[in-house]
């Protein structure tokens, strides 16, 4: 049963640092890794997805994976007021069932 | 782009009491999900469907029954609600990407 979990459970940082989040899953055979966020009282929503070991960069926001280590993670530059949120890493083995994370609550203060 | 549409919005039901939350989606996926969230927490998944009349347990069944007629709907069924249980249900489809509907509050008394 694949187990996935998210590190730190909260961060406080100011406006304009780096925020790093990290996520572990225990299936070495998954193969889609995706960060999603929820903003309070709304839906999660897609941010970004990778499918290989590597790096993939979209603006301000950069993914990490390295499936050896069974950990990827979410880098966000220029960290804004407006990207505090709940942040939930999502994995999938086989391509259906999709697994989320417990969540990182990120705030970033003005 | 398309829509989920999850109804009702808000559900309150008594203790004991069977309730069933309901799923439209206009994506023509094929795969859908119920996960429940509990306040300010991660998504556990009940259930999952990769096509019509398909149907397989997440790690959260116990305690639900789900249905899948037909390719546009997903319905959720709590068999028998727990006291002071409060949690938000979502319903969600796949291509690549997940796409979920606003969510089933629901409190029991």
């Known amino acids: 049963q694949q187990k996935v979990q998210q590190s730190p459970e909260s961060l406080i940082v100011p406006e304009g640092a780096m925020t790093s989040l990290n996520c572990t899953f225990s299936?070495?055979?998954?193969?889609?890794f995706a960060w999603y966020r929820q903003h309070s009282g709304k839906a999660p929503k897609a941010l970004m997805s990778?499918?290989?070991?590597g790096e993939k960069e979209e603006g301000r926001f950069t993914i990490h994976l390295n499936k050896a280590s069974l950990h990827f993670s979410l880098h966000i530059r220029d960290s804004q007021p407006s990207d505090s949120a709940l942040y939930l890493c999502?994995?999938?083995?086989?391509?259906?069932?999709?697994?989320f994370g417990s969540g990182t609550r990120l705030l970033v203060s003005p | 782009g398309g829509i989920i549409t999850q109804t009702p919005k808000f559900l309150i039901g008594q203790e004991g009491q069977k309730l069933t939350l309901k799923c439209q989606q206009n994506?023509?996926?094929?795969?859908m999900y119920w996960y429940r969230q509990d306040s300010g927490k991660g998504l556990r998944l009940i259930y999952y469907?990769?096509?019509?009349?398909?149907?397989q347990k997440g790690d959260l069944s116990e305690g639900y029954d789900a249905s899948r007629e037909k390719k546009s709907s997903f319905s959720l069924t709590v068999t028998s609600a727990q006291k002071n249980e409060m949690a938000v249900f979502l319903c969600?489809?796949?291509?690549?990407?997940?796409?979920f509907g606003k969510g089933t509050r629901l409190t029991v008394v």
């Open positions: 999502a994995v999938s083995t086989g391509g259906y069932k999709v697994v």
């Open positions: 299936d070495s055979a998954s193969q889609y």
């Open positions: 469907s990769i096509t019509e009349n398909d149907l």
């Open positions: 969600a489809s796949r291509d690549k990407e997940v796409f």
């Open positions: 994506f023509n996926h094929d795969t």
């Open positions: 990778i499918f290989s070991n």
